[in-house]
Every structure is written in structure tokens, then in C-alpha cells.
Nanobody, 125 residues
Framework: QVQLVESGGGMVQPGGSLRLSCAVS????????LGWLRQAPGKEREFVAA?????????YYADSVKDRFTISRNNVNQMVWLQMNRVKPEDAATYYC?????????????????WGQGTQVTVST
């Protein structure tokens, strides 16, 4: 099992930037990818971005965040980050770090079996 702890959430103005962090611990050998997923109040949980854990850091992005958000990882220090730039009001949500062991399903939120507690991002002037 993998333990995931998110940090870095908070309030950001539209157009601003925020960096989320996820500390990974536990048994990571079987992980295919680490991802960020989000859920806004009253909305379904959705995939945001993911990065493969072992094989070269292949990245996946939702169309809504492509070219604005960047996911990165350090699998030696066991950290994953989500750099959020040009933040929009619709990016406000609770952001979860999660792990999937299913090869090539990193963009499918239903493939994620281990989840953190989440960190809240508020977008406001």
C-alpha cells in the first residue's frame, strides 16, 4: 500500500500560480503512475494530470489544464508536484494525489486505488 500526503493548497487569484506537492511513502514498486485528480463542490471527480513513476516520466494531461499545469516527480525523494499557472476560477477544487498500478490507464481516474486526503485550492480575487 502507498501513503500519499498532499500540501500546498490555498487561495490564488485568477491568472496566478500555485504549486501542489505530494509526499509518497510505502510500497512503490508496483506503481505505474502518480496522478492529480480534483473535485469541485457539486461536480464529479475528474482527472487533471499524471506522470509515470518508473519509466522516464511519461506525462498525461486533461485538455482543460494542458499548457497551464505541469506535473513532475522525483522518485528517489518520492515527491510529486503539480505546478499550476494561469489559474482560472474553474480550477477551484479539492486536489487529490493518487496512485495507479494499471499500465496505460493513467488518464482514467477509475484506475486509481490509493488516494491522499486532498488539498483545497480556492480561486478568488
Amino acid at each position: 500500500q502507498v501513503q500519499l500526503v498532499e500540501s500546498g493548497g490555498g487561495m490564488v487569484q485568477p491568472g496566478g500560480s500555485l504549486r501542489l506537492s505530494c509526499a509518497v511513502s510505502g510500497v512503490t514498486g508496483s506503481i505505474y503512475a502518480l496522478g492529480w485528480l480534483r473535485q469541485a463542490p457539486g461536480k464529479e471527480r475528474e482527472f487533471v494530470a499524471a506522470i509515470s513513476w518508473w519509466d522516464g516520466g511519461v506525462t498525461y494531461y486533461a485538455d482543460s489544464v494542458k499548457d497551464r499545469f505541469t506535473i513532475s516527480r522525483n522518485n528517489v525523494n518520492q515527491m510529486v508536484w503539480l505546478q499550476m499557472n494561469r489559474v482560472k476560477p474553474e480550477d477551484a477544487a479539492t486536489y487529490y494525489c493518487a496512485a495507479t498500478r494499471e499500465y496505460n490507464r493513467a488518464a482514467d481516474l477509475h484506475s486509481y486505488g490509493d488516494w491522499g486526503q486532498g488539498t483545497q485550492v480556492t480561486v478568488s480575487t
